[in-house]
């Protein structure tokens, strides 16, 4: 009977914690960036901007799930998106505000060159996307100097 139980037991943790974990994971700043509401303030925060990559565009790179945080009195999602497969030269610092219904973004681009991923804040350039006011533009600096490599 203990047998059959540890079995039994064995059973239901190799199956059930895959499931358990698959629902532990909050979405990515990218899959979220897929959905209606943070596309309509996305597609609004690039309005007048050319040639930016497609990457951008969409919203659709490599990322983690993004952080809520308050910053001066305000409540906002930020995250980082990176171009696939070249996430240490082209990123998208980002920040929603609570309600999804404006964005902002700092895009850096950094040139493929040794010295740019050793000093990537002397290599480093900058645009900015959404028109974002001088405490939104500190929000997204201080997001991309807090990066572990960011010298």
Known sequence: MKTIAGALAALLLAYGAPVMADEAIPPSLSELMAQPSYQQSWK????????????????????????????????????????????????????????????????????????????PAKYARFQWLGNPDASLKALLMQQVTSQPDWK
């Open 44 to 119: 609004q925060a690039l309005q007048g901007e050319k040639d930016l990559p497609l990457w951008v565009r969409s919203g659709q790179g490599t990322s983690a799930p993004p952080q809520t945080l308050t910053w001066q009195g305000k409540a906002y999602q930020v995250g980082m998106v990176c171009q696939p497969h070249n996430c240490g030269n082209r990123q998208l610092f980002i920040a929603f505000s609570a309600d999804r219904r404006q964005a902002w973004a700092l895009r850096v681009t950094l040139p493929d060159s040794d010295a740019a991923m050793l000093q």
